[in-house]
């Protein structure tokens, strides 16, 4: 089969073509090597084909966060320096609702929320602001600035149970990632047609009837609902304005998640 491999850069398009060559070669290292998550290549690669719709920035100027729409039409708010972490609940299946009848502890939201107020109680250098998700947790430290490639972080997010593809995105695209709308099926909509850049008229003009509906599905849910706060009353004044264009994108005050 043909594979489509795209490169990118600030800077000229000559340096995107390189970069496009390079990834070629080690995508077909990965095929022929048995590579089992290929869906999964750009986040593992840590290259992401995104249309960028938005950019935060400090009073000085400097980028904060970058905002994109990701491969099925969602918002992402992408960051260097604001650690946000995604904690996934499963439902319990059979086998651990007969466990939890003979003792063993429940790993619900309240369980995964118990376990990041003790986590700062042992790290009070750390403010943590934690939100319920659709799926689980999400969780923000907002008195530092961090590095997503760090073994800081890997430690941190090790011992939070945060999704390791998730980790291993931060590594190697060195941010950290917040979806801040719906995902489309949560409200009974399909993924867009098409995948960024879309080059013909009609998949322009169908995406834009997409991105219509969607948008207004969307409003009648939110992302995230604030649940507690952790440690001392601080805000590092970066990560404040990273943090009121999240809370303005996923919380809409509607008790419904998605």
Known sequence: PRVSVWGASNNSTEEARTQAKARA???KELAAGGFDRLREYEYWNGYIREEVLDEV???DGRVLAVLTRNSYGAMVLNSEVV???DIDVPEAGLITRLLQMFGKQKKDKDYYLAKIGHYQERNPQYTFRVYETFAGLRFVITNQVFAADS??????FTDLGVDPLYLRLCKHQTCFRARLTPKPWRIDMQRPASRF????RGDKGAFEAWLRNYQMASAKVSVVKLLATFGADAMHPDIDRVMTVHDRHTDHGHAALA
């Open 25 to 27: 070669a080690q995508f």
């Open 57 to 59: 920035h400090a009073v």
């Open 83 to 85: 650690l946000f972490g």
């Open 151 to 156: 073994e800081q972080v890997r430690s941190l």
């Open 197 to 200: 850049p879309r080059e013909s």
